[in-house]
């Protein structure tokens, strides 16, 4: 199993980046699938959580009604749709299976955002 997360980089607060996840050696349809961040000095964070079965995405307070998290299962990839970016978003973002860090495989992918 594998995941690769892409699309980081720096940006401007109030900037935007979409970032993607691919992954491979398993079947993301039948898998609640999340995006979760880790800052240095602050808590690792889960930060979108998407439900296999309803299609529905919980967020995290700190993201909600700026960051959006969408899934296409036949190119098994995840998006992280992110508007308005603070420099507090500064993170090395992850996608994970079951939402969770046990199934957060990859490196990730660094966002840097400017004040």
């Known amino acids: 199993v594998q995941l690769q997360a892409s699309g980081g980089g720096l940006v401007q607060a109030g900037g935007s980046l979409r970032l993607s996840c691919v992954g491979s050696g398993f079947d993301m349809e039948y898998y609640d699938m999340g995006w979760l961040r880790q800052a240095p000095g602050k808590e690792r964070e889960v930060i979108s959580c998407?439900?296999?079965?309803?299609?529905?995405?919980n967020y995290a307070d700190s993201v909600k009604g700026r960051f959006t998290m969408s899934r296409d299962n036949a190119k098994s990839t995840v998006y992280l749709h992110m508007n308005s970016l603070k420099p507090e978003d500064e993170a090395l973002y992850y996608c994970?299976?079951?939402?969770?860090?046990?199934?957060?495989w990859g490196q990730g992918t660094q966002v840097t955002v400017s004040s």
């Open positions: 998407n439900s296999k079965n309803d299609g529905m995405t």
């Open positions: 994970a299976i079951h939402c969770n860090w046990n199934g957060a």
